[in-house]
Structure formats: C-alpha cells, structure tokens
C-alpha cells in the first residue's frame, strides 16, 4: 500500500475525513518554508500538498499568487523544491506529499526526468493544474512507469459524462473543486456540493478531496461529512503573509489554526 492509499485509509478507521493542507514551496523563504511544513506535521495533517512556485500561475487567486511571488522573490528554485522534500523526509516518511504543480514546470526540464527527480525526494502524487487527462498521454506513461501517484481535477462544469473518464486515470485521488474560478477563501460552501459529491462518487470508487473557499473547522465538518478529503489552502497561506514579519508567531498561529481545522474532519 502506497502512502496516500494508506493515508485515506488510516483516516477512515478513525471516523474522520482526511485534511489535506497547501502551501506555497519556498513562501516566504526556503528555510521557514520548512519550518511551515513541519508546523502542519505537528498539527497532524493527513496529506502535504506543497505549490511549486510559477511565474505564472492561473489556477490560483490572489492570496496564491503572491505566496509564489514572494518564494520566486526569495530566490526559491526547483533545487530548493526539491530539497524542501528531503528534508521533510529525513523526519517523515509516512505522510504523503503531493505536488501542486504547472506542466511547464516539468516539460521544460524533461518530464520523465522531473518526475524521477520528484520520486527520488519523496513525492507520492503530482496534481498538474493545466494538463487535462485527454492531453496526458505522456505524462501518465511517465507517473506509471516510475511509480508517481497522478492526481486530477473535477469542475462544478464538469459534465457528467466526462466525469467517469477523468476518474479512470486518477491513481491518486479526485479533488473536486467546489467552486468555479481560482482558489481563495470563501465564506459559505457551494450550495450544490452535496449533489456534485454524490454525482461524482457513483462514477468512481477512488478517493475524493473536496477544496477550494474551505477556511473553518465548521466548513471542513461540513465537507468531512461528505468526501473523503478537506483541502485547506488560502486561510493558511494567508496566515503565512499576516505573519510575515514575526516567523515565531507566523508558526505558532499556523499550528493554532490547521490543529482546530484538522479538529473539524472528526466525524
């Protein structure tokens, strides 16, 4: 068993939903890029998923996009991506790690040879935000030869038909974003996400993370009770930038905060 299986797994037997955190590699710097993912293991998240900074992000909001400027400011390369896993992983081989990534980022190097790279610090799983499964051929050749977890995509658009298909070549995990648009915090929950859960899950027997708006452990409850994964993104990267000048309470209040959303994943 691979470790995000593993992960959904260990969630169920305890009554509860997975939490899924995000972070930006690299923001605000490497270093207490690394203190921030050690701060989200300590708060006992389920699953790591970790940006690779771009310059030219379109699937995130604001709050994202100024979360990979500042790393991009801060000098952050793929080196330092890279490095960010193995260091995660000398003190943590058992949550997996999922990158948050644009396909640009991986074909302009060699795809195989990145995804290798990727393997070999330790990531389990890549969600490619602008690379449909239709045009994946390749890369999923890739992720299946070298053993790499591939993680897609579904839409409030997606039709139902299509649904089926995407769900065939996930070996991951399905995230379903909740809401059209680009990431950021929002205050109520899709209005539709029950009926687009279930929709989903009669197509598909993998596990399904909900995210996109999710900022309370009220909301994550909510999500919890439907899908098998909450991911939390904008209201920790937010808690990164309102911190920016005091790294000590940055880390504490990062703890303070995913401790109590990972609270609202109890079922």
């Known amino acids: 068993m691979n470790r995000i299986e ?14 899924v955190s995000y972070i930006c590699a690299g923001d605000p710097n490497p270093k207490t890029s690394l203190q921030i993912c050690r701060a989200l293991l300590r708060s ?6 970790i940006g690779v900074p771009f310059s030219d992000p379109l699937a995130d909001g604001l709050t994202n996009q100024l979360a990979a400027q500042r790393a ?3 000098g952050t390369t793929r080196e330092d991506v890279f490095d960010l ?3 995660i992983r000398e003190k943590d ?3 997996p790690i999922v990158f948050y990534t644009y396909y640009n980022l991986m074909f302009s190097g060699g795809l195989e040879a990145y995804i290798a790279e990727a393997k070999e610090a330790g990531v389990d799983g890549l969600l490619v935000l602008d690379l449909p499964p239709e ?3 390749d890369f999923m050749e890739a992720c299946l030869k ?17 649904v089926e298909y995407i769900a065939q070549n996930a070996t991951g995990f399905i995230y379903y974003v909740s809401r059209t648009g680009v990431t950021g915090v929002r205050k109520d929950l899709a209005s539709d996400l029950q009926e687009m859960v279930d929709m989903i899950k009669r197509h598909s027997d993998n596990s399904l993370v909900v995210g996109f708006g999710i900022q309370s452990p009220d909301q994550v409850n909510a999500v919890a009770r439907l899908a098998d994964g909450v991911v939390v993104g904008s209201a920790i990267v937010n808690t990164i930038k309102d911190n920016l000048e005091d790294e000590k309470k940055m880390l504490e209040r990062i703890e303070s905060l995913v401790t109590d959303l990972v609270g609202g994943t109890q079922l």
């Open 146 to 162: 070298i053993e790499m977890k591939t993680v897609f995509l579904l839409a409030p658009t997606t039709p139902e038909e299509r």
């Open 44 to 49: 006992r998240v389920d699953i790591l998923e």
């Open 135 to 137: 045009e994946a051929g």
């Open 85 to 87: 896993v193995r260091k």
């Open 6 to 19: 593993r992960a959904f797994q260990n969630a169920k037997s305890q009554n509860r939903s997975a939490f």
């Open 72 to 74: 991009l400011e801060a």
């Open 93 to 95: 081989g058992q949550t």
